[in-house]
């Protein structure tokens, strides 16, 4: 699977939108792009993936390049609850059951 | 719907023993994933089950076994225990007849080895 890179941190303040951005230049054409996020001591959460087209779903928003070399993740609003690492994966999802391989992700802080 | 569960919460072990945790897939998922995260780093691939059969197994030793019953939940046994293998130990369940593929994880088990 392709390799990420994303900064190791990024501050937000509460109410704005969050842009976490990530680079994966090596990627392939039948890789999609995963984001999920890590609350403090808690498993991993699924917040959305794409292939080609922007997503949006009710988390949040998925903008990929037309170069697929790069995305951002949008969260519209953050909120304080939205501080977690946030981690961005690319992977092969077909059904031929692919491991997960997590970088070092981007430490979001939301500030009051 | 409930999700992916995961027992115990919390367990304490001295090195040398043997421990073995439990997975509850998501309804309608049929293949599990184990990933173990050391303090202040990203998880780990250790190995999916799929159909009751081990399908990928990451850079782990012989230490760490796994089984998958009929119903897709899932045991993680890990032998011998090392200082080392303290770490929150995450279940990750998925279905493959679903494209593409998402896993969803649990709350982890917290394992401490003293």
């Known amino acids: 699977d392709a390799k990420t890179t994303q900064p190791p941190s990024m501050d937000c303040a509460e109410g704005r939108a969050a842009n976490l951005p990530c680079n994966h230049s090596?990627?392939?054409?039948?890789?999609?792009v995963y984001w999920y996020r890590q609350i403090h001591s808690q498993g991993p959460q699924y917040i959305i993936h794409?292939?080609?087209n922007n997503e949006t779903n009710e988390m949040a928003s998925l903008i990929i390049t037309e170069d697929r070399k790069s995305s951002t993740l949008i969260l519209p609003h953050a909120t304080l609850r939205d501080t977690a690492v946030y981690y961005c994966?690319?992977?092969?999802?077909?059904?031929?059951?692919?491991?997960?391989?997590f970088g070092s992700g981007t430490q979001l802080t939301v500030l009051p | 719907d409930a999700g992916v569960t995961q027992s115990p919460t919390h367990l304490i072990k001295t090195r040398g023993q043997q421990v073995t945790l439990r997975c509850s897939p998501k309804?309608?998922?049929?293949?599990v994933s184990w990933y173990q995260q050391a303090l202040g780093q990203g998880p780990q691939f250790i190995f999916q089950?799929?159909?009751?059969?081990?399908?990928q197994r990451g850079n782990f030793p012989d230490r760490f076994s796994g089984h998958q019953f009929p119903n897709y939940s899932s045991e993680l046994n890990v032998n011998a225990l090392l200082l080392g293998d303290s770490a929150l130990y995450l279940c990750?369940?998925?279905?493959?007849?679903?494209?593409?593929?998402?896993?969803?994880f649990g709350p982890g088990t917290r394992l401490l080895v003293l």
């Open positions: 309804s309608g998922h049929d293949t």
């Open positions: 090596t990627i392939s054409g039948n890789e999609y």
């Open positions: 089950y799929y159909e009751e059969e081990e399908r």
């Open positions: 994966i690319v992977r092969v999802a077909d059904g031929s059951a692919r491991q997960l391989t």
């Open positions: 990750a369940s998925s279905s493959l007849a679903g494209a593409p593929e998402t896993q969803y």
């Open positions: 794409g292939l080609k």
